[in-house]
């Protein structure tokens, strides 16, 4: 038992495990977002536009019927028709559910749109902060934050030392290789070996 609820902490504090519970959570949060922008903004702005050319209630009306129209009477006596009684293809809903997932979508894309601008500011603005270390060492060489000539040259040639360093450590890790080899490598050079013959 005791082994059973080690693997259920195990799983459940997995990293996935909890971005996909972000993952949902976040994502219920932007679903109420982007409904509330299309629902309560952008329908009614797009419903009043179609009002105005294609007069009112337009969609609502757009059916084709595969059949003869079962007739009701309404209140006051009118013939309607009982949509409840025949087959119809409804285009309104569909132009209308069409328009909902285009706006939907836009909504989403400025959000998301938005949210990315944000992203990226911040990394330009990390980018350009120089860190403290860096500041001391330039401190230490006497060169002024004020003079962008030497601050460049300090980040170019720090850049060459750390390009420089990491190809040394490279290359010692190779030597250090071959001379302690692996299994692995003594397999190879044996098969190149055997190749040759």
């Known amino acids: 038992m005791k082994k059973f609820f ?3 902490k195990k799983f459940i504090t997995r990293g996935n495990v909890l971005d996909m519970a972000v993952g949902v959570i976040v994502g219920g949060a932007f679903t109420a977002i982007v409904n509330g922008v299309s629902n309560y903004v952008l329908k ?7 009002a105005m050319i294609f007069g009112d209630g337009a969609f609502e009306s757009a059916y084709t019927f595969l059949g003869p129209k079962v007739y009701t009477t309404d209140a006051e006596g009118n ?28 909504v989403l894309f400025l959000i998301v749109r938005a949210i990315n601008n944000v992203k990226d500011g911040s990394k330009k603005a990390k980018a350009g902060k120089i860190s403290k270390e860096d500041k001391k060492a330039m401190k230490a060489q006497g060169i002024k934050l004020k003079d962008k000539a030497a601050v460049e040259a300090y980040f170019a040639k720090k850049a060459e030392d750390e390009a420089k360093a990491k190809a040394e450590a490279e290359e010692k890790a190779r030597l250090e290789r071959e001379a302690n080899p692996t299994t692995e490598d003594l ?4 098969l190149v070996a055997l190749e040759s013959k």
């Open 79 to 106: 013939a309607i028709v009982d949509l409840a009684k025949c087959h119809y293809i409804d285009w309104g809903s569909l132009i209308i559910a069409i328009i909902n997932f285009f706006v939907t979508a836009f």
């Open 6 to 8: 080690g693997e259920f």
């Open 44 to 50: 009614p702005i797009i419903n009043f536009v179609l």
């Open 187 to 190: 397999l190879k050079k044996i």
